[in-house]
Nanobody, 128 residues
C-alpha cells in the first residue's frame, strides 16, 4: 500500500528555516515524480515545488527561498525552507505520481490533478 508520511513541520519565527521530509513507502520503485503542495487556512491548495528526474520547478512565491530535493536510495523527499514568512503558514503536503512525470513547463508540474499519491500533511506556522 502506497504511503507518504511528512515530518519536520512546526512553529518558527519569520526569517527562520525548516526542513520538511516525506518518507515514501509502497510506491513503485520507478517513481521519481514528486512535489510539495500547501494549503493555508481559507485558501485552496497550491503547488509549491516539484521534482521530476532531477529537474525542479518552484512557485514564484517561494523561488529563491525553498529548495526541493530527493534521496532516491532512502525514498525520501525534502523541502528546505529558508527566510520563512508569515504567509508561508499552511499545511504542507507531499505528493507523488508514477512516470511519465508531469512536464515542468508553464502550467504543469504544480497542479493537484497531476499527482496520484498524497500524504496527510504537516503544519508549518510562521509567526511575525
Amino acid at each position: 500500500q502506497a504511503q507518504l508520511v511528512e515530518s519536520g513541520g512546526g512553529s518558527v519565527q519569520a526569517g527562520g528555516s525548516l526542513m520538511l521530509s516525506c518518507a515514501a513507502s509502497g510506491l513503485p520503485a520507478s517513481v521519481h515524480c514528486m512535489a510539495w503542495f500547501r494549503q493555508a487556512p481559507g485558501k485552496e491548495r497550491e503547488g509549491v515545488a516539484a521534482i521530476a528526474d532531477s529537474a525542479t520547478k518552484y512557485a514564484e512565491s517561494v523561488k529563491g527561498r525553498f529548495t526541493i530535493s530527493e534521496d532516491n536510495a532512502e525514498n525520501t523527499l525534502y523541502l528546505q525552507m529558508n527566510s520563512l514568512k508569515p504567509e508561508d503558514t499552511a499545511m504542507y503536503y507531499c505528493a507523488a505520481v508514477q512516470p511519465p512525470c508531469p512536464p515542468l513547463g508553464a502550467g504543469h508540474g504544480l497542479e493537484e490533478f497531476e499527482y496520484d499519491y498524497w500524504g496527510k500533511g504537516i503544519l508549518v506556522t510562521v509567526s511575525s
